[in-house]
């Protein structure tokens, strides 16, 4: 059974940075694509950005292109969101997604697994 674990979520203010962890068990972590996505109230989960197993071909989206890293540390089966430049509309829950696919469409529905989220609350 894969589960998945997100850490790293908190209050911070406007511009301030927050590294989020999502740490895999239960699968071989080393095989699969990894994503972000965000889900605000009353919205649907955003797609934030992925990862595939071999580091290759990283996908953002457009609105956190150059303020938020994804990375992952395959032997400790851990997954990051390095998020800088922090905006109000950066207010979410923050979920960690898994798939066995080495391309998966951007939504959340189309992941094998996902965590259950962390808090992540920018205030102005």
């Known amino acids: 059974q894969v589960r998945l674990v997100e850490s790293g979520g908190g209050l911070v203010q406007v511009g301030g940075s927050l590294r989020l962890t999502c740490t895999a068990s239960?699968?071989?972590?080393?095989?699969?694509?990894m994503a972000w996505f965000r889900q605000a109230p009353g919205k649907e989960a955003e797609f934030v950005a992925s990862?595939?197993?071999?580091?290759?071909?990283?996908d953002y989206e457009d609105s956190v292109k150059g303020r938020f890293t994804i990375s992952r540390d395959n032997p400790i089966n851990t997954a990051y969101l390095q998020m800088n430049g922090l905006k109000p509309e950066d207010t979410a829950v923050y979920y960690c997604?898994?798939?066995?696919?080495?391309?998966?469409?951007?939504?959340?529905?189309?992941?094998?697994?996902r965590g259950q989220g962390t808090q992540v609350t920018v205030s102005s």
């Open positions: 997604a898994a798939d066995w696919s080495a391309v998966v469409p951007r939504s959340i529905r189309e992941y094998d697994y």
């Open positions: 239960g699968g071989p972590f080393s095989y699969f694509t």
């Open positions: 990862i595939p197993w071999n580091h290759g071909s990283i």
